[in-house]
Antibody, heavy 114, light 112 residues
């Protein structure tokens, strides 16, 4: 069974940084593209970033390019999202997902507020 | 970006009803290379993460009841729930993964 467990969320001030982690199990992590998807309170789903199975290529939505960095450690079966220069509009639940098709973790809340 | 348009935005149903919801994409999701449509359906209940119901437009996930049926090709897709149950009350999202992923705004299934 695919299991994805996120951690690292919390309350952070605008302009500060936060790093999310996602521990994966139940499948061969290094075989799959992974991604982060977010959902602002009472809103819909929004893809944030993806990474290839080797980690050699990464992709971002325009609004987070240059501020967020997705990475992975295949030896630890762990996905990361480094979030810098956070803005209030980044407030959301962040889901770790395995791609194509998409399986979801339980999500972690990130609140950007002073 | 591929725009995904779901309709209706909400649907009031009674137990036992047959429900149909639509998802339209701004460009074709059919891959001739892999002979499939890169379209998924998810169910999200309050306070929970989304759950994959259907991938490749019509392939039901293991364990998903057979009352959930995905259909369509190209740009027009449909999720049908035969004989809706109380446990099916949720928001349903479609997603295209033909290119950078995008989601529809969702269809909320409510009790009449």
């Amino acid at each position: 069974e695919v299991q994805l467990v996120e951690s690292g969320g919390g309350l952070v001030q605008p302009g500060r940084s936060l790093k999310l982690s996602c521990a994966a199990s139940g499948f061969t992590f290094s075989n799959y593209y992974m991604a982060w998807v977010r959902q602002a309170p009472t809103k819909g789903l929004e893809w944030v970033a993806s990474i290839t199975n080797s980690g050699g290529s990464t992709y971002y939505r325009d609004s987070v390019k240059g501020r967020f960095t997705i990475s992975r450690d295949n030896a630890k079966s762990t996905l990361y999202l480094q979030m810098d220069s956070l803005r209030s509009e980044d407030t959301a639940t962040y889901y770790c997902t395995r791609e194509a098709p998409r399986y979801w973790g339980q999500g972690v809340m990130v609140t950007v507020s002073s | 970006d591929i725009v995904m348009t779901q309709s209706p935005s909400s649907l009031a149903v009674s137990a036992g009803d047959k429900v149909t919801m639509s998802c339209k994409s701004s460009q074709s999701l059919f891959s001739s290379e892999y002979q499939g449509n890169y379209l998924s359906w998810f169910q999200q209940k309050p306070g929970q993460s989304p759950k994959l119901l259907i991938s490749l437009a019509s392939t039901r996930e293991t364990g998903v009841p057979d009352r959930f049926i995905g259909s369509g090709s190209g740009t027009d897709f449909t999720l049908t729930i035969n004989s809706v149950q109380a446990e099916d009350l949720a928001v349903y999202y479609c997603e295209q993964y033909y290119s950078y992923p995008t989601f529809g705004a969702g269809t909320k299934l409510e009790l009449k």
